[in-house]
């Protein structure tokens, strides 16, 4: 059973719209995943993070996609990478279906 959070909870959670502007293989990750360099606009910059998501995307497919990620969680060190934000994602085994905007927005919009 998941536990309940209230609404100051949840408006603590930064998630914001960004674009992916750089995929490398990360072959240090114990886990098959990219390291990717995202674009949150002007009032964030760009964030890196490493993402499982390799057994549904290509490094190609990722290049100028927007995504859902938390901005605000503290940096994770990730075998010799830094990340810097989550993206969002539904986990199905071990694919990982990325979320997405259904259309082109500016990056660093908020959600809520």
């Given at each position: 059973m998941n536990e309940t959070i209230n609404w100051q909870d949840?408006?603590?959670i930064d998630m914001r719209v960004g674009t992916i502007i750089k995929a490398d293989d990360f072959p240090e990750a114990r886990n098959p995943a990219?390291?990717?360099?995202i674009d949150f606009g002007e009032e964030?910059?760009?964030k890196k993070?490493?993402?499982q998501v390799t057994t549904l995307y290509t490094k190609e497919q990722l290049l100028g996609t927007q995504v859902v990620a938390v901005v605000n969680f503290p940096k994770k060190q990730i075998a010799n990478f830094m990340s810097e934000c989550l993206i969002l994602g539904a986990v199905n085994g071990k694919d990982v279906e990325l979320l997405q905007p259904r259309a082109l927005v500016a990056?660093?919009?908020?959600i809520s």
């Open positions: 949840f408006a603590k990219y390291q990717l360099h964030i910059g760009i993070t490493s993402a990056n660093g919009l908020k």
